[in-house]
């Protein structure tokens, strides 16, 4: 599934490496964890976590509510 019509910061990232798409979840999370176990996942399994991020953060900022567990 292309995902690159969905959310158009993701042309880039079609372009990235799994270790550089690890590097965009962790800056997307804002988090110093080692997610390196995602390394096992398939590049557009990666690409879809980016984008489903990506659209998370983005839906909470234009709310301006913070992210809370349930």
Do not use: Y
Not at 4 to 15: A, F, R, V, Y
Not at 34 to 57: N, S, T
């Amino acid at each position: 599934m292309q995902l690159s019509w969905l959310i158009p910061e993701l042309w880039q990232e079609m372009d990235m490496t799994n270790d550089e798409l690890v590097k965009k979840i962790e800056e997307l999370l804002k988090t110093d964890a080692d997610l390196d176990f995602l390394l096992v996942l398939k590049k557009r399994d990666l690409e879809k976590l980016v984008a489903c991020i990506r659209g998370r953060v983005d839906q909470v900022g234009e709310k301006g509510h913070h992210i809370t567990r349930e």
